[in-house]
């Protein structure tokens, strides 16, 4: 604390010594002026002498000023004479294509670029357009690089060249400047997916065509871009056979998208999210637009073989129950095999198997089935949706720092809530905590269902409920910031993600 207060009183002190300095420094002057004045009164003391006084110091100031002014313009003048010079600005149909310093340099640039395209397309039909050039102050090191211009005398000319065109499936794709580079396209795009040391025949399943075409020089696509081209995905689907098992969610993830992409992809889900087996459901298949089949011989691979279930029928469970004691493990074997892949990727139906040795062998994991008949107020562990044509606006899982325990499904208010399985309600209710009207609904099978935001409850505590019963109706109670149900699944106390559980 003392020292702190030291340190405030010595910068007092130095201010205080500071300002007087400051004041003297503008004492001196004025001294100095008075001084002055003092002089000349002393030599001529006259009205007269002091308006020649006031017109010579009058003129000197503007002596001043103009000497100052034409220093200012000749310093100028000799910067710019120094630091930029002249050149030229070439331009192809009023595009400008850059500046050099002589035309020559530029005229050279196009002179190069004609030879390419005449020996290209074997004529002196199409050359670069005649140049226009304009004179221009540059600063020194604003010259436009040879590579630039050139590449702008691609772009804004039109030079026509015989090329050649893909044509694929009678479409034409991509043009090049030759036919030879046409040719190493298709030879690239075909042997892609060969291996190396290994024999392989590659075909393109579709129908290719080279037809030669004119293009212009800035039109006409390079090797590299045109395998690009041809590899290049276009957006397509395919059918997906639900199986026993399936939920929209494990298709979406199976086939590496979102619940959303096939809800879009399958227009009938906007109204109704219902897969049953044997539905096609229509899932996400990019696809080239060139397809490449390769036929690798005798290739030696090493993979897994999958395990199989053993049933082991199980009175403590219900039945539709089913729960798996041993997952198994899968076994591993090394083949050799005529393999054949379909833009890189097998398809083990054609498979031609040559040998086989197995690394280790699979073994049997156990599923046990319930056989018990289910009782009242059970559920059968299947959910159903508990309305339908909802948007999911939410998923389950992080969400704002927190995790969200169920997913939003947003449809209009009042719109009926059906439970998702039989079971007994163990609370109806307004709850404080952000859920609002609430109905948990618990299954005897260690499922719980919970319904919030509700705009009605219809049922109450203790009441039993059988699967697919209206119970409520959607409404934007609690922590709600439109019309929607926050539909819980809840197994052995935790919340899992709902979309896994229903169909
Ligand atoms: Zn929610």
Redesign the pocket.
Known sequence: MDSFEKTENGAQTENTSSEAETKRKYKKPKKKRKKAIYHIDELKNTGAKRRVEDYARDLTRRLAIYAYAVISIVAFTFMLITMCSLGYEGFIKGNSIGVAETKEQIEAVRSSLNEEIKELSGSDSGQVEKLKFRLKVVSEDNYTPEEEIRQNMVKYSSAILMGCTVYVDGQPRVTLRTRRDANKVIERIKSQYEEEGMVCVSEILNKIELVSEETTYANASSVDGAVRVLNDVTDSSRGYTVEEGDTLWGIARRNETTVKTLIDLNPEFAENIVIRVGDVVQVPAPKPVVDVKTVIKDAVIEESVPTTMVEVEDASLYIGQTRITDYGSDGWRKITADITRINGIEDESQRVLKKEEMLSYPVPGKIHIGTTPVPKGVGSGALSWPLSGARIS?HFGPRWGSV?T???LAIGMGTPVKACDEGKVIFAGWNSGGYGNLIKVDHGNGYQTWY?HLSKIYVKNGEAVSKGEVIGAVGSTGNSTGP?L?LEVRINGVPKNPLRYLP
């Open positions: 939410s969200h169920g997913v939003d919030a929607h926050h």
